[in-house]
């Protein structure tokens, strides 16, 4: 495996399921970042995780939880969720110097999430 | 407030040449990002300015303006397989990324 990979692809839900969607990025990176994208918005940052510590929260609902054990292994757990929260989940990871990111995100594929 | 305008769509001819404007108003900035997504996949990078000029590879050029918050994307000798979105990303005086909603380019035969 290289890159970034997240699972599973495509997730359907009920407002009242728990699942999670997974990120595995083996680039050797040391942080990673969850992103929402809806169609024709520009991409939200929702957490970012540096030396698998949390450094943002941009203001995400408490449905969405992240959870980082390691630097390479990054989840969103998902709880209760809106149907306004279906969109596509991006992972991606990148190097940071000194903390600050001026080098480019490597991105998954993205989880494509359905909530009903 | 910080913000990215790029536009939603457009439409280019196979082997011709098309240009996608960015132009960005940030607190700071600290370098200007173009990503190609292809629908249903990653978006990946294509290309990173942070002084003023044109950067080249290949087929496509990015050019910057700083003094004016202006950025372009130049695809030249159009394939159907660059019928993508081009997302527009600035990073800002915190090196916070401040992405644009990503122009869809449509390629006709």
């Not at chain 2, 000029?53 to 087929?59: D, F, T």
């Not at chain 2, 050019?63 to 081009?86: I, N």
């Amino acid at each position: 495996e290289t890159g970034v990979t997240q699972t599973p692809r495509h997730l359907v839900m009920g407002m009242t399921n728990k699942k999670s969607l997974k990120c595995e990025q083996h680039l050797g990176h040391n942080a990673m970042y969850w992103y929402k994208q809806s169609a024709k918005k520009p991409l939200e940052l929702m957490f970012v995780y540096n030396f698998k510590e949390q450094t943002e929260n941009n203001s995400v609902p408490s449905r969405f939880s992240p959870e980082c054990p390691n630097s390479s292994h990054l989840f969103l757990h998902l709880h209760t969720l809106q149907p306004e929260d279906s969109a596509l989940y991006l992972c991606a990871s990148s190097q940071v110097d000194q903390g600050f990111n001026t080098g480019e995100l490597f991105f998954g594929e993205g989880s494509r999430l359905t909530v009903l | 407030g910080q913000n990215i305008d790029q536009p939603t769509e457009m439409t280019a001819t196979e082997g011709a040449i098309v240009q996608i404007n960015c132009t960005y108003q940030t607190s700071g900035f600290n370098g200007l990002f173009w990503y190609q997504q292809h629908a249903g996949e990653a978006p990946t990078f294509l290309s990173y300015n942070v002084l003023d000029g044109l950067e080249e590879k290949g087929r496509f050029s990015s050019f910057l303006s700083r003094s004016k918050g202006y950025s372009y994307l130049l695809l030249k000798e159009l394939q159907m397989k660059d019928s993508a979105s081009y997302l527009c990303a600035v990073t800002d005086s915190n090196y916070q990324l401040i992405w644009g909603a990503g122009t869809k380019l449509i390629i006709k035969p």
